[in-house]
Structures are given as C-alpha cells and as structure tokens.
C-alpha cells in the first residue's frame, strides 16, 4: 500500500509540473516566441505578418499559434511520461477494439449531448458575468479569429479538425491518461478530461471540454485506443467548424449563399445528434458503459486524495485559471 502511495505521489508531481507547463507555454507562445517571430517576418517579406486583418497575418500568426500550443507541451509530456506509456510500436493500435465498436457510437453522442448541455449551461453563466462585469460574450471573442477568406477558412479547418485533434489526443489521451490507468481509470479520466479543459484557457469552452474530454477518455480506456477517439474528436470539429465558421468565410454573396445553406444543414444534423446523445446517454448508464474500473489497492477517493493533495497540483490548477479570467478581459 505504502509502496503504491509512493508511486501515486511520484506521478502526481509530474502531473503538477503538466499544469505549470500549460500557463507558461501560453505566456511564452504569447510574448516571447510569437512577437519576436512575427516581427522577424515583417521584416523579412516587409508585410505585417502580426496584423490578423489581413489574409497572410491571419495565416502567419494562426499556424505558429497552431505550432506553439502543442509543440512545448508534447515534448513536456514525451519527457514526464514517456517511460509510462507503451510506445505505439510495441501492440497494435486498435488492440482489443473490435471488442467495442458499438459502445464507441453510443459514447460520442452521448458525449454530444454532455458536452452541449455543459456549452448551454456556460453560456448562461457567461452572459450573467457580462451583466455583472462586462465580461466579453463568446461572439466577441470569436469574431477575433473568424476566417476572412477561402485560404485562411482552409488553414483553420485544417488545423481544427486534423492537427487539432491528433496533437490533443496523443497529448490528453495518450501521455497524460494511461499513466495513471495503473492507479485507476476513474482518476486517469477525470485528472486528463480536467487538464485537457483548462489547457484551452477559455472560459466559454470550459465545461464543454471537461465533459467533452471524460467521454473521450471513457472511449479510449474501453476501446484501448487512441483512435477512436481521435476520430470521434475530429468529427465533433467539423460540426464546429462547418457551422460557426464556414459562412463567415467568404465574401461573394453567392459562394456565402451557398456555404449558409450548408452551415444550416450541419446545424440541422448537430440538433439531431443532440436528441440522438440523450438517448445514447441514457443507453450508456442503463449498459454501464460509463462505469470505470478501480483497478488499484487504492480507492478512487484516495486516488483523487493524493494527486489533488498536492499543494503543487493546487497552485498550478489556481494559475491556469487565474489566467483563463485575465484572458477574458484582454
């Protein structure tokens, strides 16, 4: 017991070193790297290639973005804990998942009606913050990175819906959730769906992703795969992307027509997902496929108990959100 206690502490303060790298990967992305970068590169091609107004800043700055968000974290993660977790070579990648397609299915659309619940409830708490403390809505923020042209909409579709998913499911669902599989799924799932939420540092996103992030979780402990979900990650991108902003992305009035109809179609097909997640979610808890195993000497409760008794867990939790609030004013 002692010995399982030692080794659960010893994880929790690689996952503590995790919640410290988050914060600081953003403020050196924000205003070491990108700055200087971007100001390199203005010098270089004598365009502004920081101005987000024009079609090759937008491109510049979202791909090094793009490029800073994983880069740092992924290596962080392969150097933390790399030794915990198989490498790919070494099974196959959908070992044992044929055991599971269906559950797979029910979970992503139960993890679509979670997930908009959780966007919906947000939403709420996001507009009574505006009325309180002139906190900026969700389409305020968005405005900011709409695309403005076909080429700049391609570079964001491309990064949302395949580096996106791809870096964050190695990252979350890989590096960061099997570690702590030897102590427990409930705590590998809950500690990366909560690491995957706050990594975003937005707060409109929050909850979404949090609950977003256990039903992927869920996925790849029944599945033992990351590519499942993976594949379930990128399919609820292209919802995001097809409806908030393929019709802001161009500006003749026919092409606009035309992607309009199909933004409504994709909004169309998501109210019927959500429908289809109530049922699918229902069908989860009457098939107990959200019940994880506690695989461990130790309880689920002491599980939690140690990696969030950790005063270093706690103050990078704290700073993580401190600038998630900052970063809502500015």
């Known amino acids: 017991m002692d010995e399982t206690r030692g080794g659960l502490k010893s994880l929790a303060s690689r996952y503590a070193a995790m919640f410290f790298i988050m914060p600081l990967n953003y403020l050196f992305s924000a205003y070491i790297f990108l ?17 987000k107004s024009t079609e090759y800043g937008y491109m510049v700055t979202f791909v090094l973005n793009a490029f800073m968000s994983y880069a740092i974290p992924l290596l962080a993660a392969l150097l933390l804990f790399g030794r915990y977790v198989p490498r790919f070579g070494e099974r196959p990648l959908l070992e044992g998942y044929t055991r599971y397609p269906l559950d797979t299915v029910a979970l992503f659309f139960a993890g679509i009606f979670s997930a908009s619940i959780g966007s919906i409830v947000t939403s709420y708490v996001s507009g009574l ?11 305020q923020v968005f405005s900011d990175i709409m695309p403005k042209s076909g080429s700049t909409f391609a570079v964001m579709a491309v990064s949302t819906v395949i580096v ?12 960061l959730l099997k570690p702590l599989r030897k102590y427990g799924d409930t705590a590998a799932v809950v500690v990366s769906a909560l690491m995957f939420s706050l990594s975003h540092f937005n707060f409109d996103q929050m909850l ?4 977003l992030g256990m039903i992927l979780g869920i996925i790849v402990v029944r599945s033992g795969s990351v590519i499942p979900a993976l594949i379930c990650h990128s399919l609820n991108n292209i919802s995001a992307v097809l409806q908030s902003y393929l019709p802001e992305s161009f500006g003749n009035d026919t092409v606009d027509s035309v992607f309009g109809s199909l933004s409504d179609i994709a909004g169309t097909v998501a109210q019927f997902a959500f429908f289809i997640g109530l049922a699918a979610l229902i069908l989860a808890l009457v098939l ?23 005063p270093a867990v706690i103050i990078g939790i704290i700073i993580t959100i401190a600038l998630t609030a900052v970063l809502l004013y500015t």
């Open 288 to 310: 107990k496929m959200l019940r994880l195993n506690t695989n461990c000497e130790l309880s689920a409760r002491e599980q939690f108990g140690i990696i969030f008794g950790s």
């Open 35 to 51: 700055l200087p970068a971007s100001l390199i590169l203005s010098a270089v091609t004598g365009s502004s290639a920081i101005d």
């Open 208 to 211: 979404y992703t949090f609950l």
């Open 164 to 175: 996106a998913p791809l870096c964050e499911e190695l990252l979350y669902r890989h590096f």
């Open 129 to 139: 913050l505006n009325t309180l403390f002139g906190t900026p809505r969700p389409e």
